[in-house]
């Protein structure tokens, strides 16, 4: 495993789809999956996934800046983005930084055990 190619495949699916359908992220996600989203604790597929689809904005688009990762136990990969978020709209883009924990599944995929968002306020 290359956690460099896993890291760079799950960010391009991850913001891709997050930005065309929020809905569709539910697979990435099991039950034990955690989300701290900025310093709310959501655990579970379906609270994740309820939680991202009902954020105040319909459109946005994420410009990734930085993606750092590292091998972690148990075959995972810990991935550290940074970025920018523009909402449709708006005329400044909001800076990010999110982590996620990403954990190997019995069929050779990987899906995300911990993820924590917040927005870097300047």
Known sequence: MDPDAVAKAFVDHYYSTFD?????????????????FEGQKIQGSQSIVAKLTSLPFQQCK??????????SGAGGVLVFVSGTLQLAGEQHALKFSQMFHLMPTPQGSFYVLNDIFRLNYA
């Open 62 to 71: 994420h410009n990734i800046t930085t993606v750092d990762c590292q091998p």
């Open 20 to 36: 065309a359908n929020r809905a569709g992220l539910g697979n990435l996600y099991q039950e034990g999956s955690m989300l701290t």
